[in-house]
């Protein structure tokens, strides 16, 4: 299991069958829980759960007697160095002129929030069926891209791999 680091964006105090912990969100909309940890380890360090603050999740798999795997946070710190300050794009020398000519936009600007997994999901399915319903256009530029990226993306989630000639 792989460690999660994440800027936490809502800690709230929550229970399950009377076992108290916290329920964390982070900035990607992921949600973990904090419990107990082992004689009181994770609970002595609820104070570091604060909003705003950089976190490391350490997390472990737990199985269960059937043999079921269930991640869960088995410790916490905090980083200071781990996430990188955004920095300002580079233009490159050959770029200046097309940056110069390009027209302002007319669509608002987005939000530099990043999509949540599940909304990837969904928009992906929804490319999908407008694909297999023949409503992509597959002579325009843009329908050519949707489907490009759409295989693209199946072929990575699906673990296909293809050979090289």
Do not use: C, N
Request: no cysteine; net charge negative; hydrophobic share 40%.
């Amino acid at each position: 299991m792989s460690d999660i680091i994440g800027i936490i964006t809502k800690v709230e105090d929550d229970d399950y069958q009377g076992k108290a912990h916290k329920k964390v969100t982070l900035g990607e909309g992921q949600v973990l829980k904090v419990k107990y940890g082992r004689d009181g380890a994770l609970k002595a360090k609820w104070g570091l759960l604060q909003e705003g603050v950089a976190m490391k999740f350490i997390m472990r798999d737990y199985t269960t007697p059937d043999q079921v795997k269930i991640p869960f946070v088995f410790d916490i710190e905090t980083v200071d160095s781990a996430l990188l300050e955004p920095q300002e794009p580079q233009v490159l020398p050959e770029h200046k002129k097309v940056v110069a000519d390009a027209k302002p936009s007319e669509d608002p600007p987005r939000d530099s929030a990043p999509i949540a997994p599940q909304e990837q999901g969904m928009w992906f399915k929804e490319i999908g069926e407008l694909y297999r319903a023949g409503l992509i256009k597959k002579d325009s530029p843009e329908g050519l891209a949707l489907i490009a990226i759409y295989f693209a993306r199946m072929k990575k989630v699906m673990g296909i791999e293809t050979e090289k000639k």
